[in-house]
């Protein structure tokens, strides 16, 4: 499977859920937020959704101000 992830092009095995990916990668941290096509996947959300082919992830760090 052919996925982006931020930006950037490489390849995945199927039935691949976006924590299961984040964990291969070492990347699931606290405080990082991840939207797949320009939509934001709530994190309680990670273990269940399941990556598609052609998905876009955009992985960046949560910043709270006021």
Known sequence: MHIHFNDES?????????ETLL???RLLKPG???AINQTIVPR???ETHLLHDGDQI???QAI???
Request: with cysteine; aromatic share 8%; hydrophobic share 55%.
């Open 10 to 18: 490489m390849q995945c095995a199927e039935n691949l859920t976006l």
């Open 32 to 34: 990082v937020a991840l």
């Open 58 to 60: 955009l992985l960046f």
């Open 44 to 46: 309680e959300q990670w």
């Open 23 to 25: 964990e291969q990668m």
């Open 64 to 66: 709270a101000g006021g």
